[in-house]
């Protein structure tokens, strides 16, 4: 009995591991750390998981242009919208070279949110999320 406790917990996690919720950003101005986002754009926040179903994220403060950088397992492409831009079709981008697409004339505020939806196959995609500062 026991080990099929343990087993049915250990099966559990696994597929909860391969989805993770949005990460919102810390309350500082502090810069992108990755060599691929440029310097000067402020991280807002990152969600990562397998687009077989609709994600929505939520983060923190942002300005009027928001760059989101995209990040595959496998070649594909995502439907990315922010707040309520029109969804964009995205192509995964690598570690090296992610996918920057720049989602602008957005009305500034407390509360950003993304949705990303799978556009073809599901891929396991990481997706980071900036201030554009025009």
Known sequence: MRTKVLTAAGISALL???CSQSTPAPDTNEASSSPSIPAQEK???STSGTSNGAIKGT???HGEV???YL???SDGELLIRVL???PVTVPCGTADSPTRTVFGD???GPKLSVDVQQAGDPVAYSL???DAKK
């Open 16 to 18: 909860l591991s391969g």
């Open 43 to 45: 991280f807002l926040g």
């Open 59 to 61: 983060f923190g403060t």
């Open 66 to 68: 928001v760059a989101t």
């Open 71 to 73: 990040t595959c397992s």
């Open 84 to 86: 309520d831009s029109e």
């Open 106 to 108: 957005l009305v500034a």
């Open 128 to 130: 980071v999320l900036t």
